[in-house]
């Protein structure tokens, strides 16, 4: 394109022209940007035909494998059942199966074993554990609130067992979406005083989404203070739900999406009418905050039960105090050793009459026995707070204040310009908008995000970006086709799951076909078009719960915070330095404590993600520090050496039976007859230990446990 200028002496017109042209120019590329898939609205492909039918088992196989047919590659063939249990139960509960579970699906030779193993997997509590840890990390979710000063959020942990409870409850996602973002706002239906409590409770733990993330509590300008508390909820909002960088915007026009600084504050000021701290600026107008948390009933029932004796309680002693003088009332109310001469006097003449003294017994009994109420906690939580639009930041900065900027949604997807009601701050209207059918991007996001989280790649690989820097679809079509069945079948993340991991694609064993006509990673070395299911590392939750859980000392109690800390306690002693957080037990690894500037080093070794963001795609290390830590790690030794001992107090079995408990225990599978001599051959040749009889077993069980098939899901 060539632009003309017209011709002139003066040269202060250069400027304007410019201004003009770089004006003109953004217009196009907006336009452009537009275009970008993600913006379009979702289509619903139909399921391509493909030849290769007999491979099919769900509707996903078919876009599968249309695409391999295009390249002239095939599917890989059916896992073995025990590769495939393993892969499963690993997958769906973060826990291998046990070598019961194993014996009984291998000798199924039912047609429905596989999905009645599904099914029975999906009802597990283990599943909601696994599932929501996923979430977890897209919520950025710590037990500290990190950067300048750590203190401990004992409460968060509300917030993290209430996403496991959705998970277990198969909640649909648009509600789960509504619920972190404007619980506290939602209508509640149930007429029943308790489960009308629950609801109401779950609701506000759930907003708990925007309190949790990373704060400078120290920040000498409260101002700025407050902004990036916004900052951080613009950030995660549009990321976990749009997988949009809308922080990019703080400052400036998004470099590369259509997102103006207008859309950024535009949202900032829904959060800004949001009341997530109890307290920003101290009476010296510095930054000093306490994040809001707010009382919660433990159990719904009980307090409920609590209200109503309390509403009977007041009602007899209101009738008790009817029967004595005002003026008594106000005497025996007041700590005796406060009375005045005066009133003591007046309190024996009205003992005096034996009338009188029965009554104010009564009433004293009686006021004392006060019900007492349950058990009861506080949850971190965001409320409404002073309604109010937010001015363009100039560069960021709250000393350069441009135009005021209406509260509502991103311009660019909706080309409206609808504001929330004026009382209101639009967190609520910011949901129903985010799970509106006609929205591009939320279901498109989220069924993204469950199928990487089954087969380690997005169908998108960059799963927080869907933005112009992202990556587009291997499968668009698949992808639009999920996103449309998944908001028509009620958003189910579980329904979703079956879908998946009931399709042929899922079942694949990680070694290539050879039925394709070419070779497969001269076509597709990244495995993009998955014509093998991928072999993928356990990650670090994966790693300790299994390990403990193969020693059988894996506690699977659930819920509840493990932090000993009292609220805003620092998370490291200010005079040794020592961290005060332990992780010296046998609980899941999703009820351990995540410290931000200071993650369990187990975690942080087998690639934990940084808390303090949004990442929905964790990396995948192969390092020489995690076969170290495997190595040496008390855990692994300590788990070792149980199960070692337990197999040896079985007098009912012999050398071969306790190699292949350990294989079956360990790795998912029966050990081959060389496998076998190797193990026997290694323990028997193991220095004998007289303090120690089971050193050699458990050396044995300790090779495998930092054994790469151990560590590896095929």
């Not at 799951?497 to 694949?508: A, E, K």
């Not at 193990?679 to 230990?689: I, P, Q």
Request: hydrophobic residues 40%; charged residues 25%.
């Amino acid at each position: 394109m060539v632009v003309m200028f017209p011709q002139t002496r003066s040269h202060c017109l250069l400027p304007v022209l410019l201004l003009t042209y770089i004006s003109y120019c953004d217009v196009v590329r907006g336009q452009e940007d537009s275009a970008h898939w993600s913006f379009q609205p979702i289509q619903n492909p139909p399921v391509p035909v493909v030849i290769n039918s007999e491979r099919v088992t769900a509707p996903i196989d078919r876009f599968i494998i249309a695409r391999l047919e295009a390249e002239g590659l095939a599917p890989a063939d059916r896992a073995r059942p025990t590769k495939l249990i393993r892969r499963l139960y690993l997958d769906l509960t973060g826990l291998p199966p046990r070598p019961a579970d194993i014996d009984e699906f291998v000798t199924d030779e039912s047609p429905d074993a596989y999905s009645r193993l599904v099914d029975r997997i999906l009802t597990s509590p283990s599943y909601g554990e696994r599932w929501a840890r996923h979430w977890l990390d897209v919520a950025r979710y710590a037990d500290s609130n990190g950067m300048d000063e750590n203190r401990a959020y004992v409460n968060a942990f509300n917030y993290r067992d209430y996403v496991i409870r959705s998970f277990n409850r198969n909640n649909a996602f648009d509600q789960f979406l509504r619920e972190q973002l404007a619980g506290d706002l939602l209508p509640v239906d149930a007429t029943d005083p308790v489960e009308r409590l629950a609801i109401m409770t779950d609701r506000m733990v759930a907003t708990g989404f925007l309190a949790i993330g990373p704060k400078g509590l120290r920040e000498v300008d409260g101002t700025k203070m407050e902004m990036d508390i916004i900052d951080d909820q613009v950030a995660t909002v549009s990321k976990a739900f749009m997988s949009l960088t809308f922080e990019c915007a703080r400052c400036h026009d998004h470099k590369f999406d259509p997102i103006s600084t207008r859309d950024y504050y535009a949202l900032a000021g829904i959060f800004k009418s949001t009341r997530t701290m109890t307290q920003i600026i101290d009476s010296r107008g510095k930054g000093n905050g306490f994040w809001m948390e707010q009382p919660i009933p433990r159990d719904p029932a009980a307090q409920i039960q609590f209200d109503k004796e309390v509403t009977v309680h007041e009602k007899s002693l209101e009738a008790a105090r009817s029967e004595l003088p005002s003026g008594i009332v106000k005497i025996v109310d007041i700590d005796e050793t406060k009375l005045s001469p005066d009133q003591k006097s007046e309190l024996v003449i009205y003992k005096a009459t034996r009338e009188n003294a029965v009554r104010l017994v009564a009433y004293l009994k009686l006021r004392d026995e006060r019900p007492r109420p349950p058990p009861s906690g506080m949850a971190m939580s965001v409320a409404e707070g002073t309604i109010q639009n937010v001015p363009v930041h100039v560069r960021g900065s709250h000393l350069n204040l441009g135009d005021q900027v209406a509260r509502g949604v991103p311009w660019f997807l909706t080309r409206e310009s609808e504001t929330p009601e004026e009382k209101s701050s639009g967190r609520l209207e910011l949901a129903e908008w985010l799970v509106s059918p006609e929205h591009p991007l939320t279901s498109r996001v989220i069924v993204n995000r469950i199928w990487q989280w089954h087969f380690g790649d997005g169908l998108v690989r960059t799963p927080d970006n869907f933005g112009i820097n992202g990556e587009t679809p291997s499968h668009p079509q698949l992808l639009d086709w999920l996103a449309v069945d998944f908001m028509q079948s009620g958003w189910s993340i579980k329904r979703l799951h079956r879908m998946i991991v009931l399709s042929g694609t899922y079942q694949q064993a990680c070694r290539a076909s050879t039925e394709s006509r070419v070779n497969p990673t001269d076509v597709d070395p990244e495995n993009r078009l998955l014509w093998h299911f991928p072999r993928l590392r356990m990650d670090a939750e994966q790693v300790r719960d299994s390990i403990l859980f193969a020693g059988g000392r894996l506690d699977q109690s659930m819920g509840g915070s493990l932090l000993t800390l009292k609220p805003r306690d620092y998370v490291t002693d200010a005079k040794s330095f020592q961290h005060l957080v332990k992780y010296h037990n046998r609980r899941r690894a999703v009820y351990q404590p995540v410290i931000r500037n200071k993650v369990y080093s187990l975690f942080r070794i087998f690639d934990f993600p940084t808390p303090s963001l949004v990442n929905g795609d964790r990396s995948s290390t192969n390092i020489p520090a995690q076969a170290l830590l495997l190595m040496n790690s008390p855990l692994v030794i300590r788990s070792a050496a149980v199960l070692a001992e337990s197999s040896l107090s079985d007098s009912q079995l012999n050398d071969e039976q306790r190699v292949a408990d350990g294989y079956l225990t360990i790795l998912g599978r029966r050990p081959n007859d060389n496998e076998v001599r190797a193990a026997l051959s290694y323990v028997r040749s193991y220095a004998e230990d007289a303090e120690r009889p089971a050193s050699g077993w458990q050396s044995f069980l300790h090779a495998l446990m930092v054994s790469n098939e151990f560590l590896y899901i095929e």
